[in-house]
């Protein structure tokens, strides 16, 4: 297993939720954190890095140089049925799940690994979730096709299921309700907490013969 400490780690999507907690934990780590975020002002010693930007990516690759491993938890989901869908809002989400990871391996010179990030809902097709199912299923052979053409880069992808991120706290006092249900539809009996992705995350940085694959952290439910 790779020693980490001393390692540089660029997280796209950093700023909250997974990606600010795998920040964190690769900080205690005693790895060298850079955050990409479309707004750097919102995070101290963040730099801009916009995945529906080429530009931004180009830019921060010169700005961030060399690094280690690179996560990407960039999302921008359209929830619609078919009927309602918008094209520009379905371009916008293929962007920031898999056209913009694309362009960052194309830009930015990483030595170790590459780490996506998928969803449950791409194995579990549902009314409304149509682009969000698509996409995030995408991710899945995104990391097959860069892990051949990176090599020997290794380039994996997490798949979570629901975990309480802050991503439910909009739910309010439904939140509980919610994470109990989704709770009750795994085989493990729980929601997924974000150290199991973060331990997720870390590993797959450590783990030299893990390529091309997508790690399930969803307690069963695919």
């Known amino acids: 297993m790779t020693e980490l400490s001393g390692q540089r780690l660029l997280v796209i999507g950093g700023g909250r939720g997974i990606g600010a907690a795998i920040a964190t934990r690769a900080r205690r780590e005693g790895m060298d954190v850079i955050v990409g975020v479309r707004d750097p002002r919102t995070i101290e010693g963040g730099v801009r890095l916009d995945l529906t930007d080429e530009a931004t990516i180009a830019t921060a690759s010169a700005q961030v140089g060399t690094v ?18 918008d094209h520009d809002r379905i371009v916008a989400a293929f962007e920031a799940k898999v056209i913009g990871p694309v362009l960052v391996a194309k830009h930015v010179e990483i030595r170790q690994s590459m780490t996506l990030f998928g969803g449950v809902v791409a194995w579990r097709p549902e009314p409304g979730s149509t682009i969000k199912g698509i996409t995030n299923g995408a991710v899945d052979f995104a990391a097959r096709h860069l892990a051949a053409n990176l090599a020997p880069v290794r380039v994996n992808a997490i798949s979570p299921g629901v975990i309480d991120s802050g991503v439910w706290d909009g739910k309010g006092e439904a939140k509980p309700a919610f994470l109990t249900g989704a709770a009750g539809r795994t085989l493990v009996g729980r929601y997924g907490e974000l150290d199991d992705v973060v331990d997720t995350a870390l590993w797959l940085m450590r783990s030299s013969y893990v390529d091309g694959q997508t790690i399930h952290v969803d307690g069963g439910r695919r």
């Open 68 to 85: 280690d491993h690179v996560v990407t938890l960039g999302s921008l989901p359209h929830d619609a049925p078919v009927g309602e869908l």
